[in-house]
């Protein structure tokens, strides 16, 4: 067999190969059906005896019938209007034309026309005709059979990719598609020379692992293959693209798609274009069957990208049935046609002249004079006389207009409403407690809220006063509103707020803005006619090269004036460059001779000046210092496409034009606006205003926040059941942790008392003295004091303790104002151990520290802030312990154990000895610190540090694996590395440098640089042009970054293993990092091998670095936020996952264990309140 045949027919003919190729058996399928039904062959012209069996003698001899084919199979309709276009055969209008004869009017020797015969038109519609017959039947053509379902298929190695989800063939679609398919193989792949067979759903399944050629028996493995599909699950089109791009034979895709693909189209088009990209690789793709738009984007977007084809097949209407990027060719052609059709017969009618046309090239000698403004379209009633319009009241720039209107100026802000109730935290030294202690009153009747100074204050809330106060704010708000609205219209939208008497405004007018001098007319227009009637004197301005001027001096404001000056506008044209000194230099100097009112220059520009913007803001400033004179700047934005191919002498981009303006108007102490044809962009009026705005809706959130949390306060204290005859409860000071002590009773006679306080036996005041120095353990003051621990103590631990000394202790007596009673002050205190520990007063800094979460925790975790709850209830004289008593013969409990409630602390059996409100006080601030810790594993989930974790080092260097796993992930990868460098490495003015490794190292900068915003940008340019390839050479970027000798810490980012091995790598790494200390943090990027990534923590560990893997940012984030918002009631849910990172880990550890303390603080604080409600029960005991 001869491998170059082309013809099938051929092939199946060759019964001698048949026999001899492949065995006559009928235990093999393919046998099963005549060798010449495998492939259909249609169209074929009857057999006059004429035909034969070469192509080339059959093209030959129906050319000489003068049968020419419809179409060449093998090319697209692109293709195929190259030999059949209008323009190719010659049927243009242009062409048309050149049919005719040039005469002169006899009358007008200057103008030229066009005679044309009826003849030539006759014979060039027929022509036309013809082509337009042609077109059709192309169309129909590519509309019947297999080219109707899946368009026509380019190439001689076609690759297919074929939805088989359950969407696609599910009951009542599979067979048709089968058919549909079929058909295909016998119409148009079997004549190809390869082909290749891919099967997608929720998996992929191929026919042959590499592609095959086009014979008998592969062409029957495809219809078997084709006849056994089945749905399997959804549409995975993008791992099916993996899986074929891989095919590296392959110069032609056709992707069949009968549902909407699980992927975005961004993400499949942007995955196809990196993986084309120096690879001619046609694509076609198809929608069969489909009516769902994503669907339809989709492959458009993927024939956009590769340049390839579309194709759309319903089964409606025939009109709507099928549609292609062929047919749309064609459509185009025919629309071309029929309106050199509707031209001809304009012609026939003597609409456009009998015999005479114009020509379109020849311009006469007045046209040629005309200004190219002229040209330009223009506003309604641009050339007449101006509207001028009368203010009514004087304009005033926003910061002058929020003196009198803003939030200070009428009392409305936030801490001028609530100054009357703020009061500060007040600190005073408590004798008895030998201490510094604060006010807690806000505890239960104050909020407390951070003042603008930083300060915390102790506020009242009144929920009406508050209440009219966000009304107040409201109305102020739709105010700013309002005026900003007012800033945004006519005249102020290009020029701002003119608010000086003295007006003097300058244009540019140079070569740059030809294409807008109607804009600027129009913007002068609407200046003069809106803001400048209520002005004391004025000037006009326009400089390109050159500087003009409307009047020599400042002219007053009339409507004459006026007039005159709009006249003199329509007269500019456009020329030169932008030569800003001499016009700064000739408006100044003739028109700020004398000193009167506040003058202000108006600048209108498009671009920077000519001269350097130094020089520029200099004189600026220097002509503005010591008088009464802005300069106000107005830039406008034009886009790079409207210069009108000419390039400025100094160019820079819009964003560095507005920064250069911005300084000019700095300098000169005036407004600075940023306006272009769609809307303002820049403008430090609204800004000001849309300050004020956020200002009042950060008031308004503060004042709904106090209520709230009032609101819950109430609730909760509602909520907590009190005893009845207890009503002098609510008064006694959280801050009281012990009851208040019983005096000892006196004698209703005053002489013993008297007596007794000037004598001071010892023997009383050694009992007084032991009376008030005695601090009970709980709320039963009736409970001996003395007994407990003497018992608990064990000899031998006694013989080893020294005898302390009896503590010295002093005090006086006095008379109460209540009666007889006397009070003592103690001068010395005893030094007694307390057993009890009290609840501690945390504080948590709001603004988060850049440091480890290892760091953090040692200043701030739950131990150092004394909130272990099991520490707190695990004293000495808490165990709750049996005796054995021996007369009755058994271990039986104390007395007093039925009095506390008994908990198991870790195994062990506590009496519970915390009081009712300090188990609230450990609540509220156990909530306190797990919101602070939550708001900081939000900080740590956000932004760069989602992806990167946290740079703690000043000089480090960035590793980026760019190998050809990360490339769909490359472009997100882009993102954050952005987001990374302006973040972190700008903001904290770290120096820095970036190395992407794949087959090979690249290193942006040959050491560390300064994070500066030119090397910040720099750095994201850089980093915009990787492309993801190759392997993963881990130890050559290493031992690149290890070559910066002032590095301090190294951030490896990877998604999978190295090249080499793991175990020479943290060899290696060792030995480079000895004596040096370099930190490298690894991060794991889309990593799911716990091979690499157990690599990857040892390498972290080994250098005392972080280990950071983003994995379950999004649900953290959203339990973090659901557990601040919905509180802390359920201790499982929402559960936070299971973080791998080194920081996440710890903090999420940390999280938990103050979860699990809160919610056995409320079950203490339970089982208080049921004792409290049950009445006490003593057991007998020892």
């Given at each position: 067999m001869n491998p170059h045949v082309d013809n099938m027919a051929d092939i199946l003919a060759n019964e001698q190969f048949l026999q001899s190729e492949w065995p006559q058996s009928e235990n093999i399928p393919w046998r099963q059906r005549k060798p010449w039904q495998d492939v259909a062959i249609i169209n074929l012209e009857p057999d006059d005896g004429l035909l034969v069996t070469h192509v080339n003698q059959t093209s030959g001899l129906l050319r000489t019938e003068g049968k020419q084919p419809l179409a060449n199979e093998n090319q697209t309709s692109e293709e195929w209007l190259t030999n059949h276009s209008l323009d190719h055969q010659n049927l243009t209008l242009q062409h048309l034309l050149t049919l005719s004869k040039i005469i002169m009017k006899e009358d007008e020797k200057d103008v030229k026309q066009l005679q044309l015969g009826l003849d030539v038109i006759d014979e060039f519609e027929s022509k036309l005709q013809q082509m337009t017959d042609l077109y059709h039947q192309r169309m129909e053509w590519l509309m019947e059979r297999s080219r109707k379902m899946f368009g026509l298929v380019k190439g001689s190695r076609v690759g297919l990719l074929i939805d088989s989800s359950d969407a696609n063939c599910g009951l009542g679609r599979l067979q048709d598609f089968q058919a549909a398919l079929l058909c295909l193989l016998d119409e148009q792949l079997c004549f190809?020379?390869?082909?290749?067979?891919?099967?997608?759903?929720?998996?992929?399944?191929?026919?042959?692992?590499?592609?095959?050629?086009?014979?008998?028996?592969?062409?029957?493995?495809?219809?078997?293959?084709?006849?056994?599909?089945?749905?399997?699950?959804?549409?995975?089109?993008?791992?099916?693209?993996?899986?074929?791009?891989k095919v590296r034979k392959l110069n032609s895709l056709l992707i069949i798609l009968g549902s909407c693909p699980d992927q975005t189209a961004e993400i499949l088009s942007d995955y196809m274009q990196q993986c084309i990209l120096g690879r001619h690789l046609a694509i076609q793709?198809?929608?069969?069957?489909?009516?769902?738009?994503?669907?339809?984007?989709?492959?458009?977007?993927?024939?956009?990208?590769?340049?390839?084809?579309?194709?759309?097949?319903?089964?409606g209407c025939q009109t709507q049935g099928c549609w292609s990027s062929d047919l749309e060719v064609l459509m185009k052609e025919l629309q071309q046609a029929s309106d050199i059709l509707e031209k001809i017969q304009e012609i026939r009618q003597g609409l456009l002249g009998d015999t005479l046309h114009e020509v379109a090239e020849q311009i006469t000698t007045e046209v040629a004079k005309i200004l190219p403004a002229r040209f330009l379209p223009q506003p309604p009633n641009h050339d007449g006389p101006l509207c001028i319009e009368t203010s009514s009241f004087l304009p005033k720039t926003s910061a002058d207009w929020l003196k009198q209107h803003g939030l200070k100026a009428k009392k409305l802000s936030l801490y001028q409403v609530l100054a009357p109730n703020a009061f500060s935290p007040l600190e005073e030294f408590v004798p008895i407690l030998r201490k510094t202690v604060s006010s807690t009153l806000h505890g239960r009747a104050m909020m407390q809220l951070e003042w603008h100074d930083g300060t915390v204050k102790n506020v009242h809330v009144d929920p009406p006063l508050l209440y009219e106060y966000q009304k107040q704010l409201g109305r102020a708000m739709s105010q700013f509103e309002c005026r900003?609205?007012?800033?945004?219209?006519?005249?102020?939208?290009?020029?701002?707020?003119?608010?000086?008497?003295?007006?003097?405004?300058?244009?540019?007018?140079?070569?740059?803005?030809?294409?807008?001098?109607?804009?600027?007319?129009?913007?002068?227009?609407?200046?003069?006619?809106?803001?400048?009637?209520?002005?004391?004197?004025?000037?006009?301005?326009v400089f390109g090269s050159d500087v003009k001027q409307y009047q020599p001096q400042?002219?007053?404001?009339?409507?004459?004036?006026?007039?005159?000056?709009?006249?003199?506008?329509?007269?500019?044209?456009?020329?030169?460059?932008?030569?800003?000194?001499?016009?700064?230099?000739?408006?100044t100097e003739n028109n700020l001779n004398e000193q009167g009112d506040s003058c202000g220059m108006y600048l209108l520009a498009s671009g920077i000046p000519d001269q350097e913007m130094d020089r520029v803001c200099s004189y600026v400033a220097e002509i503005c210092g010591g008088r009464d004179l802005q300069l106000h700047v107005c830039l406008f934005s034009i886009g790079d496409d409207e210069l009108s191919g000419m390039i400025p002498a100094r160019y820079a981009t819009p964003g560095e034009t507005a920064c250069a303006l911005r300084e000019l108007a700095r300098s000169g102490r005036g407004r600075?606006?940023?306006?272009?044809?769609?809307?303002?962009?820049?403008?430090?009026?609204?800004?000001?205003?849309?300050?004020?705005?956020?200002?009042?809706?950060?008031?308004?959130?503060?004042?709904?926040?106090?209520?709230?949390s009032l609101r819950k306060r109430s609730m909760k204290q509602s909520q907590t059941p009190t005893d009845a005859g207890d009503g002098l409860k609510m008064l006694v000071k959280r801050e009281n942790r012990y009851p208040q002590k019983l005096l000892t009773p006196k004698p209703m006679a005053l002489s013993p008392a008297r007596k007794?306080?000037?004598?001071?036996?010892?023997?009383?005041?050694?009992?007084?003295?032991r009376a008030l120095t005695w601090h009970p353990h709980s709320a039963k003051a009736a409970i001996p004091p003395a007994h407990l621990n003497k018992k608990w103590i064990h000899s031998s631990v006694e013989n080893r303790i020294k005898t302390n000394k009896t503590a010295k202790v002093s005090k006086s007596m006095f008379y109460t104002e209540d009666g007889n009673k006397i009070g003592a002050v103690y001068q010395k205190y005893p030094k007694m151990k307390n057993m009890r520990k009290t609840i501690p007063f945390v504080y948590l800094p709001k603004e988060e520290e850049i440091c480890s979460t290892s760091a953090w925790l040692k200043k701030f975790s739950i131990k150092k802030l004394g909130l272990d709850l099991h520490k707190l209830v695990s004293g000495l004289d808490c165990v709750h312990t049996k005796q054995l008593v021996r007369s009755i013969r058994k271990r039986v409990s104390a007395k007093y154990c039925a009095v506390f409630p008994s908990v198991e602390i870790n195994g062990v059996m506590k009496h519970l000895q915390l009081q009712l409100h300090e188990l609230e006080e450990y609540i509220e601030q156990m909530e306190q610190t797990l919101s602070r810790y939550l708001q900081r594993?939000?900080?740590?989930?956000?932004?760069?540090?989602?992806?990167?974790?946290?740079?703690?080092?000043?000089?480090?260097?960035?590793?980026?694996?760019i190998s050809g796993s990360t490339s769909p992930y490359l472009p997100a990868l882009k993102k954050e590395l952005t987001s990374l460098i302006w973040e972190q490495l700008r903001k904290d003015s770290h120096s820095f440098n970036l190395l992407c490794f794949a087959e090979r190292v690249t290193t942006w900068r040959e050491s560390l640089v300064e994070a500066t915003d030119e090397t910040c940008h720099d750095a994201v340019q850089w980093a915009s042009g990787t492309i993801a390839h190759g392997n993963t050479c881990t130890l050559e970027a290493l031992q690149r970054a290890f070559q910066f000798l002032d590095v301090q810490g190294i951030y490896l980012l990877t998604d999978g293993k190295p090249d080499s091995s793991c175990s020479l790598i943290l060899k290696e790494t060792q030995q480079m990092n000895k004596g040096r200390g370099v930190k490298i943090h690894t991060i794991s990027f889309n990593c799911t091998d716990s091979t690499a990534n157990e690599f990857l923590k040892k390498l972290a560990a080994q250098t005392g670095g972080r280990?950071?893997?983003?994995?379950?940012?999004?649900?953290?984030?959203?339990?973090?936020?659901?557990?601040?918002?919905?509180?802390?009631?359920?201790?499982?849910?929402?559960?936070?996952?299971?973080?791998?990172?080194?920081?996440?880990?710890?903090?999420?550890?940390?999280?938990?264990?103050a979860r699990r303390f809160l919610t056995q603080a409320k079950s203490f604080r339970h089982l208080l309140l049921e004792k409290q409600k049950k009445p006490d029960r003593t057991g007998n005991g020892t």
């Open positions: 190809r020379k390869q082909f290749y067979f891919l099967s997608f759903g929720s998996d992929i399944s191929e026919l042959w692992e590499t592609p095959r050629d086009v014979n008998i028996r592969t062409l029957d493995e495809a219809r078997q293959w084709v006849q056994g599909l089945q749905p399997s699950g959804t549409c995975n089109l993008l791992k099916a693209m993996k899986k074929i791009v793709t198809v929608a069969y069957d489909c009516s769902i738009h994503m669907t339809h984007a989709t492959l458009r977007s993927l024939a956009e990208v590769s340049g390839g084809r579309y194709h759309l097949y319903c089964t900003v609205d007012w800033l945004s219209t006519s005249s102020r939208k290009i020029w701002g707020n003119v608010c000086e008497r003295r007006v003097i405004i300058l244009v540019d007018i140079s070569i740059y803005n030809s294409l807008h001098i109607i804009h600027i007319q129009h913007s002068l227009r609407l200046l003069l006619e809106q803001q400048m009637m209520n002005k004391e004197c004025f000037n006009l301005f400042m002219v007053p404001v009339t409507s004459e004036n006026l007039q005159a000056a709009w006249r003199w506008v329509l007269t500019l044209e456009c020329k030169g460059s932008r030569n800003f000194m001499s016009a700064l230099k000739t408006a600075f606006h940023w306006f272009q044809e769609t809307g303002i962009i820049e403008s430090d009026d609204i800004h000001l205003l849309l300050a004020e705005i956020e200002k009042a809706a950060n008031y308004s959130q503060k004042c709904a926040m106090l209520v709230e007794q306080a000037s004598e001071g036996s010892s023997e009383e005041s050694s009992s007084a003295v594993l939000q900080w740590l989930l956000s932004g760069s540090r989602c992806l990167f974790g946290m740079i703690l080092e000043k000089r480090v260097c960035i590793l980026l694996d280990f950071h893997r983003c994995h379950g940012a999004v649900d953290g984030q959203l339990a973090a936020h659901k557990m601040l918002a919905g509180g802390f009631a359920d201790e499982d849910n929402p559960n936070l996952p299971a973080f791998e990172g080194d920081d996440l880990k710890r903090l999420s550890r940390e999280i938990n264990k």
